[in-house]
């Protein structure tokens, strides 16, 4: 089964990519690896999540704006790639979570990327993937997480 086919078994689409909001582009390659800009959680360029995570939005509100912010992410990709399936793995995850004081679940609020990317992936095609989850602390209390992917595809 192909990598979007899975995607719409378990009930995922892959949205239009958003436009870039400043003076970047929504993904770049060198070689086989791709690099997507950091996608936040936003359904057709309206913020689903607000606030920091924490005080405005619980851990398991945090943990579905991850989700949403990685099919953010795969549809940067899709733009840049034609397809879905030209990915091969997902190699690293990088996730931003905007934290209020005292909070210091980032790598739960996270596990909502890597979970959504286990039920995507077949089970010979999930491979372990580095990941980092950082607190940032911001004043804008609109944006929860920022997630950049970087993925291994076929040229």
């Not at 733009?79 to 209020?100: D, P, T």
Request: charged residues 25%; hydrophobic residues 35%; glycine residues 10%.
């Amino acid at each position: 089964m192909s990598y979007e086919e899975r995607a719409k078994s378990i009930g995922i689409t892959t949205p239009q990519a958003a436009a870039p909001l400043g003076a970047y582009v929504l993904a770049v390659k060198d070689g086989t690896l791709l690099f997507t800009a950091g996608q936040g959680s936003v359904n057709d360029g309206i913020p689903v999540f607000k606030g920091k995570v924490g005080r405005d939005l619980t851990l398991e509100q945090g943990y579905e704006a991850a989700k949403l912010s990685t099919v953010n992410c795969l549809a940067a990709a899709k733009s840049f790639l034609g397809s879905l399936n030209r990915i091969e793995r997902v190699v690293k995850v990088n996730g931003y979570v905007n934290s209020a004081p005292g909070f210091t679940d980032q790598a739960k609020v996270i596990n909502g990327a890597s979970d959504l990317r286990r039920k995507r992936a077949s089970r010979q095609n999930f491979r372990g993937r580095e990941r980092a989850s950082v607190e940032y602390c911001s004043r804008s209390r609109t944006r929860p997480l920022l997630q950049a992917l970087t993925l291994g595809s076929r040229i």
